[in-house]
């Protein structure tokens, strides 16, 4: 196996959770280190049609099985938390792209984060063998070994995009974010800050197979980018969450249908929220591009994103709110041109795989990571290993045979 091609930079003042949480949030302080991020590139699909493995399966049973084990492949990506030094003191964080460039890529981004330069390439390094080792073996992960291939897979590498607040030109950027609201409490909307309901993004076996058949044929560039970074639900923020659901609990008995109804399911996703989130990630899902203008590529993710899902998971599998078949809706962010380093903010965030703040928040600063948190099976709704339907690989060209073009 060829060693991956590894581009580090630095040193760079970077934010590193310090374990604590107080009444702004995570606490965190900044140290000078270096980034390493490797790359994985995806060379085979599993095809439904082509495995004499999944004979008498329903196509929906095999890709909930093939998922499956996906998932569980993040839970193991989870490092123990640490009883010092922070959650992830290395900010190991993964970063699935799919990306149109007259062809399409789908690839995998690692980062690792060390003050000491060497160690750090050797954490990617390491990184990148536990991920081959991990992720299932039908997708033939392989690594970018050229820095020429690596700048291709990441389009925007070494590329400053933004200057004085602006994109260049014909350039788009954006994030998917699930849906907050502030639950009105009576007809009259009073509304309390205690009231906060952030929904889940949806978990659907052919989720992202309509993003993948619209980049395919795309007409510019353009990226989606799923971005991973395992951290803990701090004490403080399992308090907050039972406070969230107590709130709920009372909105039952509220005289309004509307807010009942909506107590019933502020405390699902809550209790949901509670059980699952032992081992969370961060995760941000991101696009961009240009030579061609975003509108059809956000609606088709937010869409497959916060559809009504198709069937529940079940129960044991860790997935899903089995008894919620609502459609949770989904938001867009575009960074601001009148607020001062947000562009810069939102373009380094997408070009070096970091998390920083941009754009507007409607929660308290103690609510506001339940935004991005998911566990394994939560995150596995947008990042996850092409798994298609019969009738997209026919439409696709890609029946009868299993390799992904190089």
Known sequence: ????????????????????????????????????????????????????????????EWTQELLGRQAQCLAALHPSLLKAGGPNPTLRTLDLRYVAQGDLQVVLLLKTFDPDAQRSRWWAQAFAEEVMALFPSEYGLQPVASEQAFARCALGWKEDKVEEDELAPGWWLGEIRRYEEFVPLDRERQVREQNYLVYPFTWRPSGMSQVLALLQGWPGQAVVSVALRPTCLYEAEERHLCDLYATFEKLEGASWLKARIQGQIGQRIYASYLRRLKRPY???????????????LVRALGATLAA?????????????????????????????????????TAWCNFQWLEFDAWGPEMSLPIYRRFRYLSDAWAANCAFRLPVLPPDLVAELGLAGQQAVKE
């Open 308 to 344: 009504v899902p198709e069937s529940a998971p079940a129960p044991e599998t860790g997935g899903g709110l089995p008894a919620a078949q609502f459609d949770a809706g989904y938001q867009v962010a575009f960074p601001r041109r009148d607020v001062p380093g947000e562009l810069e």
């Open 1 to 60: 196996m060829q060693d991956p091609f590894i581009w580090t930079f630095g040193p760079v003042p970077t934010p590193v959770e310090t374990g604590e949480f107080d009444d702004l949030g995570v606490v965190e302080e900044t140290v000078g280190g270096y980034h390493s991020i490797a790359a994985l590139r995806i060379t085979a699909l599993p095809l439904y049609a082509g495995d004499p493995w999944t004979r008498g399966l329903l196509w929906q």
């Open 282 to 296: 961060l995760m941000r899902v991101r696009f961009a591009g240009c030579g061609s203008q975003p509108e059809a």
